[in-house]
């Protein structure tokens, strides 16, 4: 039994050492495996996920470029939010049938049913008074465009404009006709000429009244030098109508004016009436010595100055009249630079178009 026992005990040690070399060398192979697997993974490289190109502008994609995205941005967008509109202003020519169609699918105040009718009650040129009238009795009046005392400013503006491009009456029906806009009648187109000669005077006097005032405290002297000038509505000297103008030397700014003509419409006809007729009788050429002198015999009267220094622009016969006005040779006279460039350089010009024998003759 002993030798049976210790036989048992011998192949059981056995066993269990050959299970143990088992595990050894099994856990040497996975050991082995691990290694070359950590090995071959860390030569992968690790995928990474895409954000997009950093060397282009991303889209935003509510910034879609279908037609239909783009209209269900809108939609979504305008729940909710207040919009910036252009503040209109000045005036527009709307078309009566587009203000008819626009008043009628307004809904009324009083009863809120659409159908609102507009009616033209009067109209005075340009402006019109309009009435907004409904079933039920409701009636609410406007004026196409803002009163001044009673009186529509875009005919005053139509008749200024059309001065200041030198045209009358006749121009402005023909421009208003093409337009198929109201026109107002010549005696009202007369009455707002009255109105703004008025205004044009009121407003040239004082600002020549503040030129005057800007010229004293320069100096703090009241003899200045002036620049006389005249001008012609045609060319030649066969106008009826001129103009004389007194500028400032130091300042550039005009002085006084003085506005002549031979022409009045209202003794033509024979129109009796008080009226401001022709304020000269001769020849045109004679009207810039006539408006230099009355401008220089009211100068201390009316501008508080004494223009002393005249600066001639070569061709003017003004000075002759104007030089003993404040006394015995107390106006002097000066050449103006530019206008003797001028002259010496349209000489020269002239010379170098004649033939070479006539030059030689004048020298």
Same mark, same amino acid.
């Given at each position: 039994?002993?030798?049976?026992?210790?036989?048992?005990?011998?192949?059981?040690?056995?066993?269990?050492?050959?299970?143990?070399?088992?595990?050894?060398?099994?856990?040497?192979?996975?050991?082995?495996?691990?290694?070359?697997? =950590?090995?071959?993974?860390?030569?992968?490289?690790?995928?990474?996920?895409?954000?997009?190109?950093?060397?282009?502008?991303?889209?935003?994609?509510?910034?879609?470029?279908? =037609?239909?995205?783009?209209?269900?941005?809108?939609?979504?967008?305008?729940?909710?939010?207040?919009?910036?509109?252009?503040?209109?202003?000045?005036?527009?020519?709307?078309?009566?049938?587009?203000?008819?169609?626009?008043?009628?699918?307004?809904?009324?105040?009083?009863?809120?049913?659409?159908?609102?009718?507009?009616?033209?009650?009067?109209?005075?040129?340009?402006?019109?008074?309009?009435?907004?009238?409904?079933?039920?009795?409701?009636?609410?009046?406007?004026?196409?465009?803002?009163?001044?005392?009673?009186?529509?400013?875009?005919?005053?503006?139509?008749?200024?404009?059309?001065?200041?491009?030198?045209?009358?009456?006749?121009?402005?029906?023909?421009?208003?006709?093409?337009?198929?806009?109201?026109?107002?009648?010549?005696?009202?187109?007369?009455?707002?000429?009255?109105?703004?000669?008025? =205004?044009?005077?009121?407003?040239?006097?004082?600002?020549?009244?503040?030129?005057?005032?800007?010229?004293?405290?320069?100096?703090?002297?009241?003899?200045?030098?002036?620049?006389?000038?005249?001008?012609?509505?045609?060319?030649?000297?066969?106008?009826?109508?001129?103009?004389?103008?007194?500028?400032?030397?130091?300042?550039?700014?005009?002085?006084?004016?003085?506005?002549?003509?031979?022409?009045?419409?209202?003794?033509?006809?024979?129109?009796?009436?008080?009226?401001?007729?022709?304020?000269?009788?001769?020849?045109?050429?004679?009207?810039?010595?006539?408006?230099?002198?009355?401008?220089?015999?009211?100068?201390?009267?009316?501008?508080?100055?004494?223009?002393?220094?005249?600066?001639?622009?070569?061709?003017?016969?003004?000075?002759?009249?104007?030089?003993?006005?404040?006394?015995?040779?107390?106006?002097?006279?000066?050449?103006?630079?530019?206008?003797?460039?001028?002259?010496?350089?349209?000489?020269?010009?002239?010379?170098?178009?004649?033939?070479?024998?006539?030059?030689?003759?004048?020298?």
């Amino acid at each position: 039994m002993s030798k049976h026992s210790t036989i048992r005990r011998q192949l059981q040690q056995i066993s269990k050492s050959d299970k143990c070399e088992g595990r050894a060398h099994h856990t040497r192979i996975t050991h082995s495996t691990s290694r070359e697997g =950590a090995v071959t993974r860390s030569k992968k490289f690790k995928k990474r996920s895409f954000h997009g190109n950093r060397h282009r502008n991303s889209v935003p994609k509510n910034n879609v470029s279908t =037609a239909s995205a783009t209209k269900l941005n809108t939609l979504e967008s305008s729940d909710g939010l207040e919009y910036d509109f252009q503040e209109l202003k000045g005036n527009r020519i709307i078309v009566i049938q587009t203000l008819l169609g626009v008043f009628s699918i307004l809904s009324c105040p009083k009863c809120f049913a659409t159908g609102l009718k507009l009616t033209e009650d009067s109209k005075e040129g340009l402006c019109s008074n309009f009435a907004i009238v409904c079933k039920c009795g409701f009636m609410a009046g406007f004026t196409s465009t803002p009163k001044e005392n009673k009186k529509c400013s875009l005919n005053t503006l139509l008749v200024f404009g059309l001065r200041l491009m030198g045209r009358g009456f006749s121009a402005g029906m023909k421009l208003l006709c093409t337009l198929n806009l109201p026109y107002v009648c010549k005696k009202t187109f007369r009455i707002h000429e009255l109105k703004l000669l008025e =205004a044009v005077k009121y407003s040239c006097e004082e600002n020549m009244k503040a030129a005057s005032k800007e010229v004293q405290n320069l100096k703090k002297t009241t003899t200045r030098g002036v620049s006389v000038d005249g001008t012609w509505q045609r060319r030649d000297h066969m106008s009826l109508n001129g103009c004389v103008s007194v500028i400032s030397i130091d300042t550039g700014k005009i002085l006084d004016l003085e506005v002549m003509t031979q022409y009045c419409k209202m003794c033509e006809m024979n129109i009796k009436c008080d009226h401001e007729c022709s304020n000269y009788k001769g020849s045109s050429g004679n009207m810039e010595s006539v408006g230099a002198f009355r401008i220089f015999e009211r100068s201390v009267m009316k501008r508080e100055l004494q223009y002393t220094e005249y600066y001639r622009d070569g061709d003017s016969k003004a000075f002759l009249k104007v030089k003993d006005i404040y006394g015995e040779d107390i106006v002097t006279k000066l050449e103006c630079i530019g206008h003797v460039q001028k002259r010496v350089g349209s000489r020269l010009r002239k010379l170098k178009k004649k033939p070479k024998d006539s030059a030689e003759k004048v020298n």
